[in-house]
């Protein structure tokens, strides 16, 4: 199944599978998902888990949410509650698959020919640089650098101290970079 929509049915029967109250007042699972599916898409497959597996990672993330639903305390946003996770269930997914490619599918952009292949080839870079990251710097560039979240958010949301998610933060950066000039260098070289 490719993220090609954004409904809430993406995955057929899960909504109303989903118990229906949660901590927080007029909220339930079913609205988590449908404002939050896309999100949680979207970052399953930044943090690496493979395109053929991310729906079923996808579920498996608001399969495990009700169950961990006392453990919300309403310190962070659902975003960062979601988000935590997801990164266990990108970690487990990724154990399981061997291999990442981009689903074109993704990206979701229905635009000229010659832009959507520009898209996909500048998305399947990142694919590549965000694969030759650890698991510590790759969590953290997603959500500062992707996501946009501060580096406080970061730190609760992985119960991190401040100071080690700026160093992951700046050796994931300087990767990157270093990932990037190589990829130009060898493209000049061409």
């Given at each position: 199944?490719?993220?090609?929509g954004s409904?809430a049915?993406?995955i057929?029967?899960l ?6 109250s949660t ?7 079913a ?8 999100y949680?898409w979207?970052?399953l497959r ?5 395109q053929?597996s991310v729906d079923d990672a ?5 399969l495990?949410?009700?169950r961990?639903l006392?453990?919300f305390?309403g310190r962070?946003s ?7 996770i997801a990164l266990r269930?990108?970690k487990?997914?990724r154990?399981r698959?061997?291999r ?6 993704a ?6 020919p010659d832009?959507?292949?520009d898209l996909r ?8 640089i ?6 510590e710097q790759?969590e ?6 992707i996501e ?19 160093s ?16 130009h260098?060898?493209l000049?070289?061409?």
């Amino acid at each position: 199944m490719s993220q090609s929509g954004s409904s809430a049915t993406r995955i057929h029967g899960l909504e109303s599978a989903l118990p229906q109250s949660t901590n927080t007042p007029g909220l339930t699972i079913a609205d988590l998902y449908r404002d939050n599916f896309q999100y949680v898409w979207r970052c399953l497959r930044r943090l690496g888990v493979h395109q053929s597996s991310v729906d079923d990672a996808a579920q498996d993330v608001f399969l495990v949410a009700p169950r961990k639903l006392d453990s919300f305390e309403g310190r962070s946003s659902h975003k960062v509650w979601l988000f935590a996770i997801a990164l266990r269930v990108a970690k487990e997914h990724r154990r399981r698959d061997t291999r990442l490619e981009l689903d074109p599918d993704a990206l979701g952009v229905a635009t000229h020919p010659d832009t959507t292949l520009d898209l996909r080839q500048r998305a399947n870079l990142l694919d590549r640089i965000l694969d030759c990251l650890n698991d510590e710097q790759r969590e953290v560039f997603v959500m500062a650098e992707i996501e946009q979240w501060s580096a406080p958010e970061i730190a609760a949301a992985l119960s991190l101290k401040l100071n080690t998610v700026y160093s992951r933060l700046r050796l994931a950066r300087a990767q990157f970079e270093r990932a990037l000039a190589r990829h130009h260098a060898a493209l000049e070289a061409k």
